[in-house]
């Protein structure tokens, strides 16, 4: 691919370095930023947190992100800030000061990590709330403060920011004039326009590179010996769209480009609930749906959300463009319908109309930035008390995400009752094999699935499905 360039801080990098190099590796060995922390390596612990920025359309969007996950061919063109890059030339800045006045930071391992977490905050948040700003920071891990010092800094600093918003201001000149960012950062996008950017073309001996949220995860070395080719490159891969009564998702669209999407909030409106369930905010910025979907694990949360909805998918390869129904895609653990040299391009299924309900549930050991035990979608359509259509998807439970066909054909034209989600569950029990792994017992897995099940009713029909009918 090249030379790869791009900013760290204020300087501009130029590399012959391989696209696959870890971005945490390039910004201590090489650039020498030493402020990144490394820990886990594995997306878990925030200790290496950047802010990565890039023009959109015309403006400069950051957020911030795992640099321990994230390739430097990706970067190609943006924007790196680590720590050093929002210190000012002389004292702290408001957030640091915040979090010294606070006694927020003690061994300082995980400090940088949260100071641009928040200033991620300070950046995206639209209303600079307290709750906006602990979303900011679910990924990130401290284990001597017990996080009653950070939340207090937190809270001080969205209660006196709050009310200095200008909305329709430029946030970023905002943030330079309150010192959470270096005047450096107005000169940016136009030391950005400088920089090339490259076309994604993937052929068959190359791998595609989405968020990285698994394949670095899974396999870091491995791909520093391949050829890779970068879909965020490619700005084709990325949108959120209203068409023909249908929503279309690029393949390479972020979980947070969905939780932020005013089109999917509007048919979606308990998004935030169902996504604060994914992963963390800096592994949402990056984890890609086409990603979750050819990851193929047999709980991927977007998969079983896709399968919910009766998601097609368009495929493009060197034969043209194709279409399948996401039900059709997976056929064995890890094995699915796409040829070496073919990019999933869009994704796209019905909008949903105003008898049209969707839920989402999920159990994991830990509540937040755990994957599933068991996790399971329904789109139900209804007309009175009548089903016209339902689609149920389960995870955990197959050795792929799982469309659990008869249960849904059973449920069509049935009435909501729970003599009839009973006779479901029984039909659910049989279209399911999980398998005894550290998430829990197979019996453990099938009883949370019908339980799950049953919790979609409940929640979406109150008045017509008691917990106590279903025992
Ligand atoms: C800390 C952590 C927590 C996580 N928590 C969750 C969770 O709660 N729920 C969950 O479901 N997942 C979770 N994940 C997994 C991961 O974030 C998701 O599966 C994510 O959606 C993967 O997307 P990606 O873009 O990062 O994929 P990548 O790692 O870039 O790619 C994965 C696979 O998809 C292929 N690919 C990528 N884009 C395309 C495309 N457009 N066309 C064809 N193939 C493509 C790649 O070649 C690769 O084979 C977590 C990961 C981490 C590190
Ligand atoms: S080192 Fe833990 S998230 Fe990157
Ligand atoms: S201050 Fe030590 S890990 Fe957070």
Redesign the pocket.
């Known amino acids: 691919m090249g030379k790869i360039k791009f900013l760290i801080n204020h300087s501009e990098i130029e590399t012959d370095a391989h696209p696959s190099t870890v971005l945490l590796d390039f910004i201590r060995k090489e650039a020498h930023f030493h402020g990144t922390k490394e820990v886990c390596k ?3 612990c925030g200790a290496c947190t950047v802010l990565v920025g890039e023009k959109i359309n015309g403006e400069i969007k950051y957020h911030s992100i ?1 640099s321990c ?1 994230t390739p430097i061919g990706d970067i190609q063109g943006k924007h790196v800030v680590t720590v050093e890059g929002v210190n000012k030339a002389e004292g702290l800045n408001p957030i640091q000061d915040e979090f010294l006045k606070e006694g927020a930071s003690q061994c300082g391992f995980c400090t940088p990590g949260f100071i641009l977490s928040l200033t991620n905050f300070f950046i995206n948040s639209p209303e600079l709330s307290y709750q906006d700003a602990l979303d900011a920071m679910d990924g990130n891990i401290c284990r001597c403060t017990g996080y009653m010092s950070i939340k207090r800094a937190a809270k001080h600093l969205s209660k006196k920011y709050l009310p200095l918003l200008q909305k329709n201001n430029n946030r970023l000149s905002q943030l330079v004039e309150w010192e959470i960012l270096p005047p450096y950062f107005n000169d940016i996008p136009a030391k950005l326009d400088a920089l090339s950017t490259t076309k994604v073309t993937k052929e068959q001996d190359t ?11 899974q396999r870091a070395d491995d791909l520093l010996e391949e050829k890779v080719v970068f ?1 965020s490159q490619d700005k084709n ?1 990325s949108f959120i769209k209203e068409e023909n009564n249908k929503i279309v998702l690029g ?2 669209t972020t ?1 947070t480009e969905i939780r932020e999407s005013a089109i999917i909030q509007k048919y979606f409106p308990d998004l935030k609930k169902h996504t604060d ?4 905010t800096i ?1 949402r910025n ?7 979907l ?2 193929a ?1 047999p ?5 079983i959300f896709l399968l919910a909805l009766n998601a097609e998918l368009t495929i493009d390869g060197k034969n043209g463009l194709r279409n399948i129904n996401l039900k059709n895609f997976y056929s064995g653990y890890k094995t699915f319908d ?1 040829q070496k040299d ?4 869009e994704i796209s299924f019905e909008i949903p109309d105003k008898n049209t309900y969707f839920s989402f549930e999920k159990v994991s050991k830990r509540t937040y ?4 035990s068991a996790n399971t979608a329904l789109q139900i359509k209804i007309n009175g008390k009548n089903i016209i259509q339902a689609h149920v998807s389960g995870g955990g439970v197959w050795p792929y995400p799982l469309y659990l066909a008869k249960t849904s054909d059973f449920l069509k034209d049935k009435a909501v009752t729970s003599q009839n989600l009973k006779a479901a569950a029984d039909i659910l029990q049989t279209e399911i094999a999980p398998i005894d792994d550290v998430r829990g017992k197979k019996e453990y897995k099938a009883l949370l699935l019908k339980q799950l099940f049953f919790a979609h009713f409940i929640n979406i029909f109150p008045q017509m499905i008691k917990m106590e009918d279903l025992v």
Request: aromatic letters at 2%.
């Open positions: 594995e997306g878990d795992a996950l791998t595609l590179i989405g968020g990285g949220t698994d394949l670095f995860v879909s891969l393949g390479n979980v369930l994914i992963s963390s592994i990056r984890a890609s749906i086409a990603g979750n050819v990851n694990s709980i991927g949360d977007i998969s796409l073919e990019v999933i391009k930035l755990d994957i599933a």
